[in-house]
């Protein structure tokens, strides 16, 4: 089965009930054929209706590494029950046969046009969500983050997040999350700013390792984290902020120095137990760590000179 192949890239992920979204699969892909369960699986795996096999393997992977319940740990229902339907989807449009048959049933309920043969993937005209990608990117080439940022919000809606890969070129839409978040940074909007890097930084991470923005949205990221954090959110909020950073897989100099950070922010709260895990963590980490002579001090620690 077409479908099925592309779980051998699953397998290295993580193991998950494997058995049972693969079971659900064959259950909805029969489904489907029989006139049942008419989910657009073309939105579900945010391609165009004209995309070719190797897009679908392509989107296939990206998203279920993106929705994978080990990634998602924090809401594992949900992300398990979109890597269902993810692979549901690649499924039926991996197989010529099933394609087709959801395509008729589309075509009956008016959920798809007939496919232009002509029609370019990245379409710059119009006043679709590819057209308003392509403003949004203009617009950030051209200095405007302010107009840009209001076109992505309007297309955002109440979407914690929007996907802008489908409508824009790898590289174009890896620009544009990164003009974006550097954007809200300008506007002093640390955690969309936040947001738009983390993404950049785990698809270029995880992804095909093009690296367009790695060291870059990397340094953007520290600098946020140690530099803005601590100045710009009260101590709770800042906690929190940390936190989330040591999840990111940054290097481990960068873990050292956002432990000592946090090792700071503890302190200002009074939990001075908890200051000295995050400080002896960080020289852990790194025993050569700067700028801890005072705070070890200040929490009745023994530091070594060096």
Request: glycine fraction near 6%; proline fraction near 4%.
């Amino acid at each position: 089965m077409p479908g099925l192949c592309a779980l051998r890239v699953w397998k290295i992920l993580t193991p998950l009930s494997q058995h049972t979204i693969i079971q659900t699969a064959l259950a909805s892909g029969a489904a489907a054929e029989e006139g049942f369960g008419l989910a657009n699986y073309y939105k579900v795996l945010h391609i165009e209706r004209q995309a070719e096999l190797s897009d679908i393997k392509r989107a296939f992977r990206r998203l279920l590494k993106r929705f994978h319940p080990d990634q998602n740990r924090t809401n594992a229902a949900w992300a398990e029950q979109r890597t269902r339907e993810i692979v549901e989807a690649y499924h039926v449009l991996s197989d010529a046969r099933r394609r087709k048959f959801h395509d008729q049933q589309l075509r009956r309920q008016g959920a798809i046009e007939p496919v232009d043969p002509n029609a370019v993937r990245f379409c710059q005209g119009g006043d679709g969500a590819a057209a308003t990608c392509h403003r949004i990117l203009e617009g950030l080439l051209n200095g405007n983050g302010a107009t840009a940022i209001e076109l992505y919000e309007t297309l955002r809606g109440k979407r914690r997040s929007f996907d802008l890969y489908p409508y824009l070129s790898l590289k174009d839409h890896l620009d544009c999350k990164f003009l974006l978040g550097e954007a809200y940074q300008q506007q002093g909007n640390l955690r969309e700013a936040l947001g738009l890097y983390e993404e950049v930084y785990r698809e270029e991470r995880e992804g095909p390792r093009l690296r367009y923005f790695f060291e870059e949205v990397q340094d953007r990221i520290v600098s946020i984290y140690c530099q803005h954090v601590p100045r710009e959110t009260d101590p709770s909020e800042a906690i929190e902020y940390f936190l989330h950073a040591l999840t990111l897989g940054l290097p481990t100099k960068d873990r050292a120095e956002i432990r000592k950070r946090l090792a700071e922010t503890l302190l200002k709260t009074g939990d001075k137990e908890s200051a000295r895990r995050e400080l002896r963590e960080a020289l852990r980490l790194r025993p050569g760590l700067k700028g801890v002579q005072r705070l070890a001090s200040r929490l009745g620690m023994q530091v070594p000179t060096t």
